[in-house]
């Protein structure tokens, strides 16, 4: 997909229309891109590089419907110099931004398909343009079975979305937390757990795991003892990225580079590289 | 009895036993209700029984003097609650509570104890099981303890 920009690395400037607190360390910014002819298209699980004047860059996930590419949408934790720079922009500041970068989901391979998302944390944000695809495109796929995973009940990211895909009749949203207080009605415990009552067709079901990287291990692995294939498992990798175009090497990952070749692997593909102390 | 034989071979966890097996085992066995809200086992009391739940959810709590209870896991049908009663004289170590409606197999851990040590074989088919879910009990416990979603 070409990256919206002029050039790749060159940053288009784009005003923030809305700002909205998810949780606490966690907010949502929507962009204007109204003046471009053909909004902002983009696949699910492509990311683009936010620059904060002043305070550098950084890869974001995209977290919004990819059906309407009349605005972009994302999703951001505050936990460095540049993303708490972004967190204190507000409606009518902003922003610099390039792309959209990176493989997506395999949402075309899994057309015929059980779809499996299992997300924990933040990592429900590059996975939430998936599951709109796949719920706007309901008819494409098989049995949809939404797994996530967050720290407390205070941790849960898109609420709102969690309750309007559970009560859809054609699809299975489970919800799952670390830690509660006793009065918590809902799951507690690890979102792998959840793979074990969830209904799906092991045999041909098509996985999509997002996470940190030891949550997306437990989860290929119970995904593994169910029966679904290493090659219908994909995962979205996190590094350190800077060019965002495979050219400046921050993002290497064994012989990959994560912002080219990624950030969507193939499990099978990857999985060595889960086993390695450091790369 | 035949409804109990059926419900305990309809099991995952009993997997793999033949009928002999299957039959010792209804012996200590019976079947159990619980409302929302109705405790399973009290932690402090004498651990005696274990539960395989076939419906319904329960929750493992943890009471902390001075502070609110915590809740450490779910445990959906499939899975066990109670192992304590293996090693006698013992005691419960957490609270658990009936989410929902809770449809469980109850098992006298006393009971099942002497036809464990009489039937060596039938002890160590469900030792292995036991030990199974044990297992994954403490990877998912040691996930959980990782703290991976805590911002860094």
């Known amino acids: 997909m070409e990256t919206s920009a002029l050039h790749p690395l060159v940053p288009s400037m784009l005003r923030i229309t809305r700002v909205r607190r998810e949780i606490d360390d966690v907010f949502t910014l929507r962009l204007d891109v109204s003046g471009r002819p053909s909004g902002f298209p983009f696949a699910p699980g492509q990311f683009n590089m936010l620059y904060a004047f002043g305070a550098g860059e950084v890869a974001i996930s995209i977290s919004g419907d990819p059906g309407r590419p009349g605005e972009l949408v994302h999703t951001v934790r505050a936990v460095g110099s540049v993303t708490r720079v972004i967190q204190g922009l507000g409606a009518g500041d902003t922003i610099g931004v390039r792309g959209p970068y990176g493989t997506p989901w395999p949402m075309k391979e899994a057309r015929g398909r059980d779809l499996v998302v299992v997300a924990g944390g933040l990592g429900l944000a590059p996975l939430r343009p998936a599951v709109l695809h796949a719920l706007a495109h309901r008819a494409d796929y098989g049995r949809v079975v939404v797994l996530y995973g967050a720290r407390t009940p205070a941790d849960i990211l898109f609420r709102k979305d969690l309750e309007r895909w559970r009560g859809r009749l054609d699809t299975e949203v489970a919800v799952t937390v670390d830690s509660a207080p006793a009065e918590w009605p809902g799951m507690v415990g690890v979102v792998p757990a959840l793979l074990h009552g969830a209904h799906f067709d092991p045999a041909g079901a098509v996985a999509l795991v997002c996470g940190p990287e030891v949550m997306m291990r437990f989860a290929a692995r119970e995904l593994s003892s169910l029966g679904v294939a290493g090659d219908r498992i994909h995962v979205s990798m996190e590094r350190n990225m800077k060019c965002g175009a495979g050219l400046c090497g921050h993002c290497q990952y064994g012989p990959t580079f994560v912002c080219k070749d990624g950030p969507v692997f193939r499990f099978d593909r990857v999985e060595r590289l889960f086993q390695l102390r450091e790369i | ?152």
């Not at chain 2, 059926?6 to 079947?31: E, S």
């Open chain 2, 1 to 152: 009895m035949e409804d109990l034989t059926r419900a305990i071979r309809a099991q995952p966890f009993f997997d793999g036993l033949d009928d002999v097996k299957l039959a010792t085992l209804v012996g200590c066995a019976q079947n159990t209700r619980f409302h929302p809200g109705e405790f399973l086992l009290r932690a402090g009391d004498p651990a005696s029984v274990f539960y395989l739940v076939r419906e319904g959810r329960v929750s493992l709590d943890v009471e902390i003097p001075g502070r609110p209870a915590l809740r450490v896991e779910t445990v959906v049908p499939g899975d066990i609650v109670g192992i304590s009663w293996m090693f006698p004289p013992a005691r419960v170590h957490l609270d658990a509570r009936a989410l929902d409606g809770v449809l469980a197999l109850s098992f006298d851990g006393t009971c099942l104890r002497g036809k464990m040590e009489a039937d060596p074989a039938l002890g160590y088919a469900l030792a292995r099981r036991l030990l199974a879910l044990t297992m994954h009990r403490l990877e998912r416990v040691r996930l959980q303890r990782l703290d991976v979603y805590k911002a860094t």
